[in-house]
């Protein structure tokens, strides 16, 4: 089982940049893939991107060219790079875990609000 923590949310302008932090522990991390989704109240959570232990990455379309996602195998985290933010941006962000026999991820970090207001 791995434990996933966020970090980083916040309050930003229309255009402005954010980055969010997973610290990942108890379990090995290059058994996962790790992953951001995001999810609007009374909204299915969507995936925003996620990466492989090899560096392999997949992202949403609304988000390619200004979101990038990273990990450190060797610090067992992750990040994500969010610049150019809108307000349709705004959500809660959280971390995921998914481990290589499972089609979807069934580890999450507590999640971080992410603002995006004038």
């Known amino acids: 089982q791995v434990r996933l923590v966020e970090s980083g949310g916040g309050l930003v302008q229309p255009g402005g940049s954010l980055r969010l932090s997973c610290a990942a522990s108890g379990s090995i991390f290059s058994l996962y893939t790790m992953g951001w989704y995001r999810q609007a109240p009374g909204q299915q959570r969507e995936l925003v991107a996620d990466i492989t232990f090899g560096g392999t990455t997949k992202y949403a379309n609304s988000v390619k060219g200004r979101f990038t996602i990273s990990r450190d195998n060797d610090k067992n985290t992750l990040a994500l790079q969010m610049n150019s933010l809108m307000p349709e941006g705004t959500d809660r962000y959280y971390c995921?875990?998914?481990?290589?026999?499972?089609?979807?991820?069934?580890?999450w970090g507590q999640g971080t609000q992410v603002t995006v207001s004038s």
């Open positions: 995921s875990a998914r481990h290589y026999t499972n089609k979807y991820p069934r580890n």
